[in-house]
């Protein structure tokens, strides 16, 4: 699977030279190492010394033989058997490839937590323009002054060469995900026990920062809607929130409404934000750890400590499967660790510490972007008295018919309770449809209660 010549276009590169100098945030030198040295995203092109991390040569550009739209995903990597399994008896063969929330996971559950290593697959692909802007933006994009909105930038990353831990966690917030995604997706908080009551979440999602055409002065400050209606079970049904993202929430907050089926009303949503509790979570997540992280930057200082090596969840097919019934993956303390894939790929680590005179329910929290994709792929965070608090993993797969690399199951272990919440489940529903019709009268308050009132 290798890059087409036409892939790494001379166009986007010659657009990247001519940008003004003013508003360059690496020099056009630096920049011309994307599609050379560095793939246009970013990430070191060469695998590591020893060989254990591949080269990329463009991650998957056909789906696999079979593939139809609408399939659960096959997995092209099915034939992979692990090369290790990591449990509490051997971790400190490992420990230099782990993060110290991992560590914390064999501590809390070390007889049912391990890790199965697979080959490593950089899988991750993306249409060619958003290669084409990516290349483009890193002459181009620029923090605002206060480092919480983008400008010069458009449709892809906007800093594929970060210089600090902003420059990441911006290339998270506005990493390709569709033009439009809709799914069903399964959420669950189970007892210390084991036992679930699984939560149905329709989705509608509108990135209009991501269409073809898209400037950060088109989309007027919003970089998408969000839709979101819990369908089951009948307690919670018929509970809408609708989210107007805005790029740069200091300027110009996040709007929220949600309409509550048994006042039939739409009220605007201003908590809808940081770390107040998330969608039906039972208090297992914060608003902001929905995709990783979403939201303002505002309240922590970002500082970018650079590449390693790391085991983390990838191409997680299997537990993407529709072979798979929800039984099968939910179990007391984690997920059933026999459907998971974890693979040594190189990250970003950056760590977020919060600034004085803000507030969070997280002192601290470190996260780990896949150098091929800046998905947050894991994530550490801490409590006031700096103890490990909640572990995040995203567990991703490529959508090839996209293509973009992207999560399946997000999972956030608490492991000073006991509990965790895992969010995407959708073995048994209907998979993502992503650039579908979606039109933009349906993320209004207006379309919300004619929805609710159906």
């Given at each position: 699977m290798k890059l087409a010549s036409t892939q790494l276009a001379c166009g986007a590169l010659a657009l990247m030279l001519a940008a003004p100098a003013a508003y360059a945030k690496v020099t056009p030198e630096e920049a011309a190492k994307l599609g050379q040295e560095l793939t246009p995203m970013g990430a070191i092109q060469a695998g590591n010394a020893d060989g254990t991390i591949p080269a990329w040569d463009g991650g998957i550009t056909t789906p696999p033989a079979g593939y139809e739209p609408g399939m659960h995903h096959p997995d092209p990597f099915a034939d992979d058997a692990p090369i290790a399994t990591i449990t509490a008896a051997n971790v400190d063969q490992f420990q230099d490839k782990l993060s110290p929330g991992?560590?914390?996971?064999?501590?809390?559950?070390?007889d049912t937590w391990k890790m199965n290593i697979y080959p490593s697959r950089r899988s991750a692909s993306y249409p060619q323009r958003i290669y084409d802007f990516a290349i483009a933006n890193a002459t181009t994009a620029e923090l605002t002054a206060d480092g919480n909105g983008v400008v010069n930038a458009r449709e892809s990353i906007p800093f594929p060469i970060p210089q600090n831990g902003l420059h990441a966690i911006w290339n998270h917030l506005l990493r390709y995900r569709g033009n439009t995604?809709?799914?069903?997706?399964?959420?669950?908080?189970?007892?210390?026990?084991?036992a679930y009551n699984l939560v149905k979440i329709d989705e509608q999602i509108y990135l209009s920062y991501a269409h073809p055409g898209a400037s950060i002065e088109s989309i007027n400050n919003t970089l998408g809607y969000f839709l979101q209606e819990v369908t089951a079970p009948a307690r919670l049904a018929g509970t809408i929130l609708l989210v107007h993202e805005t790029l740069n929430q200091e300027a110009e907050p996040r709007k929220a409404w949600t309409y509550n089926p048994g006042q039939r009303r739409v009220r605007r949503a201003p908590n809808v934000a940081y770390d107040n509790p998330g969608t039906a979570s039972d208090g297992q997540r914060t608003s902001d750890q929905l995709d990783m992280f979403?939201?303002?930057p505002d309240r922590y200082n970002w500082e970018l400590k650079g590449r390693r090596e790391m085991y983390v969840p990838y191409n997680s097919y299997k537990l993407h499967s529709d072979s798979l019934e929800?039984?099968?993956?939910?179990?007391?303390?984690?997920?059933?660790?026999?459907?998971?894939?974890?693979?040594?790929?190189?990250v970003?680590?950056?760590?977020?510490?919060?600034?004085?005179?803000?507030?969070?329910?997280?002192?601290?929290?470190?996260?780990?972007?896949?150098?091929?994709?800046?998905?947050?792929?894991?994530?550490?965070?801490?409590?006031g008295r700096g103890e490990i608090w909640r572990v995040s993993e995203a567990h991703n797969i490529n959508y090839y018919e996209v293509p973009l690399l992207w999560e399946t199951v997000v999972t956030q272990y608490d492991v000073q309770n006991g509990r965790y919440l895992a969010f995407g489940?959708?073995?048994q529903d209907r998979i993502e449809i992503f650039n579908d019709d979606l039109e933009l009268r349906q993320f209004t308050p207006e379309g919300l209660r004619r929805k609710g009132r159906r």
């Open positions: 991992q560590l914390a996971m064999f501590r809390r559950y070390p995604v809709q799914r069903i997706v399964g959420q669950v908080s189970p007892t210390s026990g084991g979403n939201g303002a929800y039984d099968d993956i939910i179990q007391a303390g984690h997920l059933n660790q026999d459907v998971t894939r974890y693979e040594l790929h190189r970003w680590e950056v760590d977020a510490t919060l600034k004085e005179g803000t507030s969070h329910i997280y002192a601290r929290r470190t996260f780990y972007f896949d150098e091929d994709s800046w998905q947050i792929v894991a994530a550490d965070q801490y409590d489940l959708n073995n």
